[in-house]
C-alpha cells in the first residue's frame, strides 16, 4: 500500500512497548521487528522514543535520531515511514538535529489533555528540522466539542502531518469516537490526517479501531491506524497489528503481508509474551471504567496486591479529575483509609487476650515446609500442645482452633473451599476484610497490627506475631513462615497450590528483604520479649533469637 493511500499502518510495538520491557528489546529484536516489519509492508512504524539521556545500545531510547541507524534495515523500502516519539516536555528541541535524510523520518510529539495551546507551536521546531510532523493528543475523551473545535484550531495553525485521537485510558465506546472524529473531521484543514491510538482495558481496541476506520471510510480525509504486535504496550496494550493487518486486508485493499507478521510474531514476539506481561486483565478493565491512569492501577498491584473489588472502591472514591494522573503519596494515604476502617475492637481484644495470655502460640503460616515438614510439625504438636492459629489459610493437614486472616482474598477462598471447617474454628479478620463480626468472627483494627515505612508492610505473619504480642502471649513458635525462594527455578513456594501467587525475583527479593528488617524492628520494640522461635526452616530464622 503506498504511503499516500487513505488508510495507513502505524505499527508501535518499539514505542509502547518500552514501558513493558524498560525499552530493553535488545539489538537483535529491534533490527528484526523493524526488518520484518518493512518487508510486510507496514506503513509507519514506529521505533522508539527520543530522550534527553544518552542512547544505550539495544534499547528503544534514543537522544538523537541518527542512534536509530543501528537497527534500521539497511535496504529502506520506498515509502515506508520511520517515526520517533518526544513527550512535549520532557525532550529539549534545542538539540534536535536537522533530518539526515538516513534515519528518522517522522517525529509524533504526544501532549496531555489541557495543555495542547503550548505544545503544538512546539512542533514547528521539529517541521523546520525536516522532519514530518504528527500529534497525539493524550486522553481525546476529556475533550469537550469547544475543547476539540480548540484543538483544530492551534493543529491548523501548524498544519501537522496528522493528529492522533488517543484513547489513553481505554475507556471509550464507538459512540465517543464517532463524536470525537465528526468534530475533527469538520473542523481540521482536509490536508491534516487524522489518526486513532486505542487502548484495550475494555477488550474494544480492535473494535474500536475498526470503527475508526468505518469513520475514515465515510470521510474524504485520509487516516492513519495504530496497533502493536501481539497488542503489546503499558497495561492493557493496544490492538494487535496481526488482526489490524488481516482486517485492512480484507475489507479496506489492504496490501500487508501476513506471512512476514507472523514471522515477526514467532521470532521476536513469543519469547517476548513468555517473559512479559500485558494484555487485557480485571484491573485494566477497572482502569476503563474509571478512566484512571494506568500507573495507579499498577501501583496498587505491585505494592498491596489489592483484589479486584477493593481496587474498585479505591479508584471510585479518588476525584475523576485526580484519577487521570498519578499520585502515588495521595493514593497510599486512599489505600491506608480503606483498609484501616477504624472498628470497636475493644470487646474482640479482650475475649482473645483472656485465650492467648501467656500460652505457647502455633502459628501455621502458608509456606511449602507445612506439608514437606509435616512430620515434624506433628511431632511438636503432640509434644507441647499449643493453640494453633492458622495464618492467611486454614491448613487441611492439621486442626487449628483459630485462623487469622488480613488478606480478603485468601478468606474468601476458605470460605468457599473449606466452609464446614471454617464454621468450626474462631476466625480473626482484620478490619479491612469486614467491620461487623460473624458468630464465630472475631474483628480486630488493621492499623493495630500494620507498622508504615515498608513497601511490604501488610504482611500476615508479621501481623499475626505482633497480634500475639499485644495479647501477651508467652511464646510463639512458627511453622510455615519459609520466605521466598530468590531463584528463577523454585516457581512453587506455598503449601496449598491453588493459592500459589506469580512472584518474580526482583519481588521476592523486596518481600523478603522488607519482613527480615520488620521483623527486626520488632524484636527490637517488643517491651515483653516474648519468645519467638521457626519450627520448620525459614529465611528468618536467625533474626528474632
Known amino acids: 500500500m503506498a504511503v499516500e493511500s487513505k488508510i495507513q499502518l502505524l505499527d508501535c510495538t518499539l514505542r509502547d512497548g518500552c514501558y513493558i520491557v524498560s525499552a530493553k528489546f535488545g539489538t537483535p ?54 517515526a520517533a516519539m518526544i513527550d512535549w516536555d520532557r525532550y529539549d528541541l534545542g538539540q534536535l538535529p536537522p533530518n539526515d535524510g538516513r534515519s528518522i523520518d517522522a517525529i509524533r510529539m504526544v501532549f496531555p489533555h489541557g495543555k495542547f495551546k503550548e505544545a503544538i507551536p512546539l512542533g514547528r521546531k521539529i517541521r523546520e528540522q525536516g522532519y514530518r510532523l504528527f500529534f497525539q493528543a493524550a486522553n481525546t475523551l476529556g475533550y469537550s466539542d469547544s475543547e476539540l473545535v480548540e484543538l483544530a484550531e492551534e493543529i491548523n495553525r501548524v498544519m501537522p502531518e496528522s493528529l492522533s485521537i488517543v484513547d489513553t485510558f481505554g ?40 470503527e475508526f476506520v468505518r469513520l475514515g471510510e465515510k470521510s474524504a480525509r485520509r487516516i492513519v491506524v495504530d496497533s502493536s504486535l501481539c497488542g503489546m504496550g503499558r497495561g492493557a496494550g ?44 480485571i484491573p485494566y478493565c477497572i482502569a476503563g471504567i474509571y478512566c484512571t491512569h ?50 470497636d475492637d475493644t470487646a474482640a481484644l479482650t475475649v482473645l487476650e483472656k485465650k492467648f495470655s501467656g500460652q505457647e502460640v502455633l ?54 473451599t473449606q466452609e464446614k471447617d471454617l464454621r468450626e474454628t474462631e476466625v480473626i479478620l482484620t478490619s479491612n476484610i469486614k467491620r461487623e463480626a460473624s458468630e464465630n468472627e472475631k474483628i480486630v483494627n488493621f492499623n493495630l497490627l500494620c507498622k508504615l ?79 519467638v522461635k521457626f519450627l520448620t526452616p525459614s529465611i528468618f530464622s536467625n533474626i528474632v533469637k
Open 363 to 416: 502459628l501455621l503460616g502458608p509456606g511449602k515446609t507445612l506439608s514437606t515438614h509435616r512430620r515434624q510439625v506433628e511431632a511438636y504438636i503432640a509434644e507441647h500442645r499449643p493453640l494453633m492459629v492458622g495464618v492467611n489459610t486454614l491448613p487441611g493437614i492439621f486442626r487449628c482452633g483459630s485462623c487469622f486472616f488480613v488478606n480478603p482474598m485468601r478468606y474468601m477462598y476458605a470460605q468457599e
Open 29 to 82: 529484536v529491534m533490527r528484526g521487528i523493524l526488518r520484518k516489519l518493512t518487508a510486510a509492508n507496514v506503513d509507519i512504524i514506529e521505533c522508539g522514543w527520543l530522550k534527553d539521556a544518552a542512547h544505550e545500545l539495544g534499547t528503544a531510547f534514543y537522544h538523537v535520531p541518527a542512534d536509530a541507524l543501528e537497527y534500521l534495515p539497511s535496504e529502506r523500502r520506498p515509502g515506508t515511514v520511520y
Open 238 to 281: 493496544n490492538t494487535t497489528t496481526e488482526l489490524l493487518a488481516n482486517f485492512l486486508n480484507r475489507k479496506c485493499h489492504g496490501d500487508y503481508d501476513m506471512n512476514e507478521i507472523m514471522d515477526t510474531i514467532d521470532l521476536y514476539m513469543s519469547h517476548l509474551s513468555e517473559t512479559y506481561k500485558w494484555g487485557y486483565s
Open 171 to 210: 475507556a471509550m465506546y464507538p459512540e465517543d469516537l464517532e463524536r470525537i472524529f465528526t468534530v475533527l473531521d469538520r473542523e481540521l484543514a482536509p490536508e491534516v490526517k487524522l489518526g486513532f491510538h486505542s487502548h484495550n482495558n475494555q477488550q474494544l481496541s480492535f473494535a474500536l479501531s475498526m
Open 453 to 531: 515505612g515498608w513497601e511490604f508492610f501488610d504482611n500476615a505473619c508479621v501481623m499475626a506475631l505482633r497480634l500475639m504480642a499485644k495479647l501477651h502471649a508467652g511464646k510463639v513458635v512458627f511453622a510455615g513462615f519459609d520466605g521466598f525462594p530468590e531463584d528463577e527455578k523454585t516457581a512453587s513456594f506455598y503449601a496449598d497450590r491453588v493459592i500459589q501467587p506469580t512472584v518474580p525475583v526482583e519481588k521476592r527479593i523486596r518481600i523478603n528483604r522488607d519482613v527480615a528488617d520488620m521483623l527486626r524492628d520488632f524484636r527490637e520494640s517488643d517491651r515483653f520479649g516474648m519468645e
Open 294 to 343: 494506568v500507573n495507579n492501577i499498577a501501583y496498587l498491584l505491585k505494592n498491596h496486591q489489592t483484589r479486584a473489588r477493593d481496587m474498585r472502591v479505591i479508584i471510585e472514591s479518588i476525584p475523576p479529575e485526580k484519577r487521570k494522573v498519578y499520585d502515588y503519596d495521595n493514593l497510599e494515604r486512599i489505600y491506608l483509609d480503606y483498609q484501616n476502617r477504624i472498628v
